[in-house]
């Protein structure tokens, strides 16, 4: 059987703050938003997605985001975000996130991005280049 690093060989573990919570006393909806951010560009980096890119050049921007609020997650606790790709278009694909929490030892959270590649001298989408498409492909969960 399989864990759930093994099924996210990419992932990142996430110490929850304090002030991650709000009045209701758990981790506050936009906060995932961070920790999706956190995981995404962990991601990016481990791929070296970051060194191929420079302010002027082509690179990700984020053109929308999904949540899916499984559980109620509270301090304390570690997470870890699990990412995976799908959907590789020539221009776009998604990042999917898995979150998992270790007090509860069960997925609390799941949400995507629609990653798009983006020209930042042109204001123009931009298509994938490789290496980045090859290591897309990579981590990728649909069929091949």
């Known amino acids: 059987m399989q864990t759930f690093k093994d099924q996210h060989p990419i992932h990142t573990d996430i110490t929850v703050a304090w002030a991650d919570m709000d009045a209701l006393q758990h981790v506050n909806n936009v906060v995932y938003l961070r920790y999706f951010e956190i995981a995404r560009i962990d991601f990016l980096n481990k791929i070296n997605l970051f060194d191929t890119i420079s302010p002027n050049g082509v690179g990700p921007v984020i053109s929308e985001n999904n949540i899916r609020y499984k559980r109620p997650v509270t301090f304390p606790d570690t997470l870890t975000v699990g990412v995976t790709i799908s959907d590789i278009k020539t221009d776009r694909f998604n990042m999917n996130y898995t979150v998992y929490s270790h007090a509860q030892k069960a997925i609390t959270t799941t949400g995507t991005s629609k990653v798009v590649m983006f020209d930042f001298e042109t204001g123009q989408k931009a ?18």
């Open 127 to 144: 298509l994938i280049a490789e290496p980045l498409l090859s290591a897309l492909v990579s981590y990728s969960q649909d069929e091949q």
